[in-house]
């Protein structure tokens, strides 16, 4: 056996070693963002009729197996909660966000998201392709975003998931 025998013996046990190191973390990201201990709504509101009431709402159906977080600038508090005005200024590390905002604002709060190392997104918010150009070049921006740091994003236009045995049901 010659020295080239070693070094793809090497090169083939460290890639196959990191790759499943990346698999465990994309798995990980993935369990978080179905499994949340932390969700924060981005949207949040007590609006009657609202999308983000009615996120918030569900939400509070499983509040004792989970951390709810409401983020809205403009609010103190939304159904009993302390309200945050960015994800940044939650206490804990979020498993999830779901953003339920106009289609202009979602770029920058995902970019927010991505900063503070949220696992998984959902955005609830419609208005990008399906709208024409404009719109596109939104979700490209998300797409962008998503990769740079490695976001889960389910969405955008999403109608949200369901799992009934952890009380999560997005959004109403």
Do not use: W
Not at 20 to 32: A, D, E, R, V
Not at 73 to 81: A, C, E, Q, T
Not at 118 to 136: K, L, M, Q, Y
């Amino acid at each position: 056996m010659d020295i080239f025998y070693y070094i793809e013996t090497i090169h083939k046990l460290i890639y196959n070693h990191v790759s499943l190191l990346c698999l465990g973390n994309l798995m990980s990201s993935i369990i978080k963002m179905f499994n949340p201990k932390s969700i924060a709504l981005i949207g949040a509101t007590e609006r009657e009729g609202s999308v983000g009431q009615a996120i918030m709402k569900n939400l509070m159906m499983g509040k004792d197996k989970r951390s709810i977080y409401p983020i809205n600038p403009k609010r103190d508090v939304v159904m009993g909660l302390k309200c945050f005005a960015h994800i940044k200024d939650v206490p804990e590390h979020v498993d999830l966000a779901i953003i339920a905002t106009p289609s202009n604002t979602v770029p920058s709060l995902v970019e927010e998201c991505g900063l503070a190392n949220v696992d998984g997104v959902v955005i609830i918010s419609a208005g990008f392709r399906e709208i024409g150009e404009e719109g596109a070049k939104l979700e490209d921006e998300i797409k962008r975003i998503q990769v740079n740091y490695g976001i889960r994003i389910l969405g955008p236009n999403c109608l949200g998931f369901i799992r009934p045995p952890s009380v999560l049901t997005l959004p109403s």
